[in-house]
């Protein structure tokens, strides 16, 4: 198993040579092919009584995207030549003001959707619940990379792990990362919860999984001590120093509540290192 065909979003341009030399990497580990994704968006109206849009604010909004889209492919094909990597360059016209409808449209022919998270003092074109859109509605695994600098190589994994649904598609989503990482850890969120499920040593069965698959892996519990669950699991991860997160994202994408104690959202907002998620 591997990641044969990885889609990057590039709408973030401040992280554009950080996102794409991570990409190389899982790209040579693989032999994928990657599709740099730009979006030109429609421009969100807002209707307001005696508000009149004109013809200069929507020439203004397409013209800093469409500069923007130079920029970037400049940049793109520069670093994708240096590099002799297998890549393509799509820049979307799109009709909807949401960056994420077409990089989720775009992503679900993907293995791996590369994102960035939302700078939300920033102002890099999307909006504020991009990276949580494209986690939760993608039905892709999703590998979000935090705004600090990157790892040279994801050598060492920790995986958030408690039974359920949205665990094992990630984990196993994340098989192609495991197989080739220098250790990975399995943890268990507060089994003392799920006693029956968890059984005597958390973790072990689905460990004993993986390291039939080839991979190093370790297995141990993870209390909470009070934190919600992607607060401990940052935690630990910190603490080990490792180089990517593995976690299953929860809620309901519809009415974009999240549950498990807002682990999901803290993880989006708070990361520093790459977390992979499905949903």
Excluded: C
């Excluded at 599709?35 to 421009?43: D, Y």
């Excluded at 359920?164 to 990482?181: G, I, N, Q, W």
């Excluded at 499920?197 to 460990?207: E, F, H, K, T, W």
């Excluded at 991860?237 to 682990?263: C, K, N, T």
Aim: overall charge negative; cysteine-free.
């Amino acid at each position: 198993m591997a990641y044969r065909t990885i889609l990057v979003s590039l709408n973030d341009a401040t992280r554009l040579e950080q996102a794409l030399a991570l990409t190389a990497g899982l790209q040579e580990e693989h032999g994928a092919h990657i599709i740099g994704l730009f979006v030109i968006p429609a421009m969100q109206i807002y209707p307001t009584i005696g508000m009149e849009i004109t013809p200069d604010v929507y020439e203004g909004h397409r013209a800093f995207f469409k500069d923007q889209a130079e920029k970037v492919k400049q940049r793109f094909n520069n670093m994708i030549a240096r590099e002799g990597l297998s890549a393509e360059l799509r820049i979307i016209d799109s009709p909807s003001p949401l960056a994420a409808d077409m990089v989720i449209d775009h992503g679900r022919y993907a293995d791996l959707i590369v994102v960035t998270q939302v700078d939300r003092e920033g102002e890099e074109g999307v909006e504020l619940d991009f990276d949580e859109r494209v986690v939760m509605e993608a039905g892709r695994p999703v590998l979000v990379l935090p705004r600090v600098d990157l790892p040279k190589k994801l050598g060492k994994v920790l995986v958030g792990w408690n039974g359920t649904r949205e665990s094992a598609r990630a984990l196993f989503d994340a098989l192609p990362v495991l197989k080739r990482a220098d250790e990975a850890s399995v943890v268990w969120v507060d089994p003392q919860r799920e006693r029956e499920q968890a059984g005597v040593l958390a973790g072990a069965d689905i460990a004993a999984v993986l390291a039939r698959h080839g991979a190093k892996v370790t297995s141990e519990p993870l209390a909470t001590a009070g934190l919600n669950a992607g607060e401990a699991l940052l935690q630990r991860a910190g603490d080990a120093g490792a180089d990517m997160l593995v976690m299953g994202a929860y809620g309901h994408s519809r009415m974009r509540e999240f549950v498990f104690g807002g682990a999901t959202r803290h993880v989006l907002r708070h990361a520093k290192i790459p977390v992979l998620m499905s949903h």
